[in-house]
């Protein structure tokens, strides 16, 4: 089945809208507007979250001659948690990749179709690689934190690469502030000198998730961000991104059917079915996706009965 062919669960009024009302609103200090236009040295204090919508329109994606991807489009909309569910194999990690621009590091990768950032190509030449980047920012499977590098350290590596330029007083705060927003602030505000490395796996994965939000992003993609943690780092992951959702958007691949049903408010379910390049079968509104999905092999899928 093509993209053009999944089928959208219908829902009644506004589900985002609704989701974004019963969300609660993060304390954010970040007041004054961002500077969308500035593709380089940026201040901080000009700086203001505030999530974008990402479009993905008829992406397809190969590795060499192997299609991995078939025309898939989906929208993401702005301050609302969307989920990737689907086997392993079906091209999630590979289509999270493409939304920013990783897909091509590899060499042998190629890719058609079109991302939009609230209307803006992350492809188009004219858009630098790092501007990118900073806009949507990701979060790996594996807590990736420099190791040796202090916990404050880390959360302000991507300044640098991201062209972003801060004051003393203002980096202090940035670095408060983000491990507030990644639910770690009351856990290191004695050690932030302390190594990164020195941290539990799922404080790890939290001062992963506030070095991204350092350089204020406004989509956060997430590939199976818990699946090394135990339970109770889980939840917290998930309450964070509960909290951080009305001024990021967050996209997450993840195999845990009930964390997609926890956190998610929509959902797209992938399938790559006998050797075929994935492609959406279903998505939309994530409760009916799991209670009245239309697809029979959405409803095995939610149901535990492959994959
Ligand atoms: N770097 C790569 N080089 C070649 N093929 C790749 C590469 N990365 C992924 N693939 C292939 O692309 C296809 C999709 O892989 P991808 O990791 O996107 O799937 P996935 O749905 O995220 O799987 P999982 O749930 O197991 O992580 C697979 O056939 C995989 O072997």
């Given at each position: 089945?093509?993209?053009?062919?999944?089928?959208?669960?219908?829902?009644?009024?506004?589900?985002?809208?609704?989701?974004?009302?019963?969300?609660?609103?993060?304390?954010?200090?970040?007041?004054?507007?961002?500077?969308?236009?500035?593709?380089?040295?940026?201040?901080l204090?000009?700086?203001?979250?505030?999530?974008?919508?990402?479009?993905?329109?008829?992406?397809?994606?190969?590795?060499?001659?192997?299609?991995?991807?078939?025309?898939?489009?989906?929208?993401?909309?702005?301050?609302?948690?969307?989920?990737?569910?689907?086997?392993?194999?079906?091209?999630?990690?590979?289509?999270?990749?493409?939304?920013?621009?990783?897909?091509?590091?590899?060499?042998?990768?190629?890719?058609?179709?079109?991302?939009?950032?609230?209307?803006?190509?992350?492809?188009?030449?004219?858009?630098?690689?790092?501007?990118?980047?900073?806009?949507?920012?990701?979060?790996?499977?594996?807590?990736?934190?420099?190791?040796?590098m202090?916990?404050?350290?880390?959360v302000?590596?991507?300044?640098?690469?991201?062209?972003?330029?801060v004051?003393?007083?203002?980096?202090?705060?940035?670095?408060?502030?983000?491990?507030?927003?990644?639910?770690?602030?009351?856990?290191?505000?004695?050690r932030?000198?302390?190594?990164?490395?020195?941290?539990?796996?799922?404080?790890?994965?939290?001062?992963?998730?506030?070095?991204?939000?350092?350089?204020m992003?406004?989509?956060?993609?997430?590939?199976?961000?818990?699946?090394?943690?135990?339970?109770?780092?889980?939840?917290?992951?998930?309450?964070?991104?509960?909290?951080?959702?009305?001024?990021?958007?967050?996209?997450?691949?993840?195999?845990?059917?009930?964390?997609?049903?926890?956190?998610?408010?929509?959902?797209?379910?992938?399938?790559?079915?006998?050797?075929?390049?994935?492609?959406?079968?279903?998505?939309?509104?994530?409760?009916?996706?799991?209670?009245?999905?239309?697809?029979?092999?959405?409803?095995?899928?939610?149901?535990?009965?492959?994959g």
């Amino acid at each position: 089945m093509t993209t053009s062919e999944a089928k959208k669960p219908s829902m009644a009024g506004s589900f985002v809208d609704s989701m974004k009302d019963g969300l609660g609103a993060v304390k954010g200090v970040f007041t004054r507007e961002r500077d969308s236009s500035s593709s380089s040295g940026s201040r901080l204090s000009e700086l203001k979250p505030e999530p974008a919508t990402l479009q993905a329109n008829n992406i397809s994606a190969w590795f060499g001659t192997h299609q991995v991807l078939d025309r898939v489009s989906l929208e993401m909309p702005a301050g609302v948690i969307t989920s990737l569910i689907g086997p392993s194999g079906c091209g999630k990690s590979t289509f999270l990749r493409i939304l920013n621009r990783m897909h091509e590091l590899v060499p042998s990768a190629q890719l058609a179709g079109e991302v939009l950032i609230d209307g803006q190509d992350i492809y188009d030449p004219e858009l630098r690689l790092t501007q990118a980047r900073r806009e949507i920012g990701m979060v790996f499977q594996k807590p990736n934190p420099f190791p040796a590098m202090s916990i404050y350290d880390n959360v302000v590596a991507g300044l640098a690469l991201t062209g972003i330029k801060v004051s003393n007083d203002e980096r202090d705060e940035l670095v408060e502030t983000s491990l507030i927003r990644a639910g770690l602030w009351k856990e290191v505000r004695d050690r932030l000198r302390s190594p990164g490395g020195g941290l539990s796996g799922g404080q790890q994965q939290r001062l992963c998730i506030a070095r991204s939000l350092a350089v204020m992003p406004r989509v956060l993609l997430m590939d199976e961000p818990c699946s090394a943690l135990d339970p109770t780092s889980t939840r917290v992951i998930e309450e964070t991104m509960l909290e951080l959702v009305n001024d990021v958007t967050i996209v997450i691949v993840t195999h845990n059917m009930q964390q997609a049903q926890r956190v998610s408010q929509q959902c797209a379910f992938f399938l790559a079915s006998q050797g075929t390049p994935g492609a959406i079968v279903e998505y939309g509104d994530t409760e009916a996706m799991f209670d009245s999905p239309i697809d029979p092999r959405t409803y095995d899928y939610v149901n535990g009965r492959f994959g």
